[in-house]
């Protein structure tokens, strides 16, 4: 039996909306139907490139019948008004993360989500990405023994590129820590529950949060974190992790992911799953995790399944960590 193809609108094409358009290139059984931005050219071009047409307004998404899915890749303020309309009409809705700029709005993404029967998925990308599922793996099956502690960082330049520069905005992005290291708080969140204990520390500038550290106790594991984007325009972006067992490490940091024990040469990790990218204008060559996780929506929407490996209630969970990291930061007053 031939699979129908799922229909796509994807609203944003900035630097995510170029990310998501890659990976739909790559993925079989679905197709970009349509493509709506503020700017009309940005949005002209990728839809020549996707074979989509430029939707005039998201109205006429919303009426248009042969679209299943909508993409959400706008700034964050945006994610819960145009989530709750498409979900509102109908539409499935993967939307990027954060989840949304505050706890009220994601409440009624989550009520909206119920009404409509439909659904909806955070873009919650570390989740999928390969090294981060290897580490998650290890920590479940135990192989390395207890998971001691675990060090997270993300850091880079502040991101220049956005559209009327929201993010610079913190009302409409939440600052580096709600719009960058919001990847790790959820991870953790994710993999480890709720913490019993979080601390934040930071920095703050016009911006908003632009450095945070925290200290999390998560049952028998201590989590440290570290995400900011204040460094200078020509440092590179970076991820990394350490994580600390009873019987090992397991390290990624610039290099390829790997574990080390006692006594053993270090073992680099070979058999990670890969996927490189297409030509529609994206950042990436290899598509990391964005490819994983919108194959993992756009299965559960195939299969009628939900979408357990990254629910919006849990994202929702990871979106309040955030913001107590960033009320901590704040009410310190670590003003740079
Ligand atoms: N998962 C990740 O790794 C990752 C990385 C970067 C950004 N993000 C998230 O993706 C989202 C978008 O970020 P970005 O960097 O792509 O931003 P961007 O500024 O590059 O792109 C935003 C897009 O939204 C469009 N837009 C803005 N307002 C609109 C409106 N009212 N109607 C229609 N289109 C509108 C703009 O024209 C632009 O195409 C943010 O929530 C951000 O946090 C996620």
Not at 74 to 97: M, N, W, Y
Not at 248 to 276: C, H, K, N, W
Not at 282 to 291: E, I, K, P, R, V
Not at 324 to 334: F, L
Request: overall charge negative; glycine content about 10%.
């Amino acid at each position: 039996m031939q699979e129908s193809t799922i229909r796509i609108a994807l609203v944003g094409t900035g630097f995510m909306g170029r990310m998501h358009a890659q990976v739909y290139r790559q993925i079989g059984g679905c197709a970009v139907h349509h493509v709506l931005s503020l700017k009309g050219q940005t949005a002209e071009e990728l839809a020549g490139k996707l074979g989509a047409e430029v939707a005039p307004d998201f109205d006429s998404i919303l009426a248009n019948p042969d679209i299943d899915v909508v993409d959400i890749c706008l700034p964050t303020d945006l994610h819960a008004p145009f989530s709750i309309r498409a979900l509102q009409a109908g539409k499935h809705v993967l939307c990027e993360k954060p989840m949304a700029i505050d706890l009220e709005s994601a409440d009624q993404m989550l009520a909206a989500r119920d009404a409509s029967g439909k659904t909806l998925m955070i873009a919650q990308c570390i989740r999928f990405w390969p090294e981060y599922v290897r580490l998650r793996e290890i920590v479940k099956d135990g192989r390395l023994g207890n998971l001691r502690s675990l060090q997270l960082t993300r850091f880079g330049a502040f991101p220049t590129w956005s559209s009327e520069g929201w993010i610079g905005m913190e009302p409409r992005s939440g600052g580096a820590a709600l719009d960058m290291h919001i990847h790790d708080t959820d991870f953790v969140v994710d993999l480890l529950g709720e913490p019993d204990e979080v601390i934040s520390r930071g920095s703050v500038d016009e911006r908003g949060v632009s450095r945070v550290f925290t200290l999390m106790r998560c049952g028998r594991t201590t989590v440290q974190l570290e995400g900011g984007w204040d460094l200078p325009s020509s440092a590179p972006f970076r991820m990394s992790f350490r994580a600390v067992f009873d019987q090992g490490l397991v390290m990624f940091d610039g290099g390829p992911l790997t574990i080390y024990r006692d006594g053993q040469a270090p073992e680099p990790v070979t058999d990670l799953p890969r996927m490189s990218a297409g030509d529609v204008g994206g950042n990436l060559s290899d598509l990391g995790g964005y490819f994983f996780e919108i194959d993992y929506f756009l299965r559960c929407i195939r299969e009628g399944k939900p979408v357990d490996a990254s629910s919006p209630e849990s994202s929702r969970q990871a979106l309040a960590v955030a913001l107590n990291e960033i009320g901590q930061v704040h009410h310190q007053g670590a003003h740079s």
